[in-house]
């Protein structure tokens, strides 16, 4: 029985978002794949939508929303790989109790306002150009670790080089349990 991935956008979710059908192609043989687009899952329907109105519609609220619909929505345990804002939303539901099996989150935002020690299993990777990312204060204060991909910037996960990367990463993973059953 394949593992089941959960897999959550960026804020811009399938509207600017093509780079996700490659990680699709690379995961889907192998993952019981359920996908959230994070605009939907914060309830945002804007008229303009550009990186300013979007961004005021998640921090004002829509983080909150969405982390509240994943916990309505998902109660299986289960693998995470969330992206930006969606990494951020997967991190905050993961401490409000959200059965992590482990998360991987590239670029979560805004993470690093999160000061609570999570206690599941995760990656969070981020572009050492990333003016995003946490400091190392927060890094030790919340014992978690940071992986870097050296220059790289916010939006690494779209660039198929990363992808690809990510998605090696996440099949030896499930290819490794199955052989070893």
């Known amino acids: 029985m394949a593992e089941r991935l959960v897999i959550i956008s960026d804020m811009w979710g399938t509207k600017k978002g093509l780079w996700i059908t490659s990680y699709l192609g690379y995961l889907q043989q192998h993952y019981d794949i359920v ?19 979007l961004h005021k519609e998640f921090v004002n609220g829509g983080i909150d929303t969405a982390v509240k619909h994943l916990l309505k929505r998902e109660n299986k345990p289960s693998h995470y790989l969330a992206f930006s804002m969606g990494g951020t939303i997967a991190y905050k539901a993961g401490l409000l109790g959200l ?83």
Not at 36 to 50: M, P, R, S
Not at 134 to 143: D, F, L, S, V
């Open 99 to 181: 059965p992590i099996k482990s998360l991987y989150a590239i670029s979560a935002t805004r993470v690093r306002f999160e000061n609570e020690i999570a206690n599941f299993s995760k990656k969070l990777l981020f572009g050492s150009n990333d003016t995003f990312k946490p400091e190392a204060t927060w890094e030790k204060n919340t014992q978690n670790k940071i992986s870097l991909a050296h220059n790289f910037g916010h939006e690494l996960y779209s660039d198929e080089k990363m992808i690809k990367e990510v998605c090696q990463e996440l099949l030896a993973k499930v290819t490794q349990k199955q052989f070893q059953v």
């Open 35 to 53: 996908f959230y687009d994070c605009q939907e899952l914060a309830n945002i329907n804007l008229t303009v939508e550009n990186h300013e109105n």
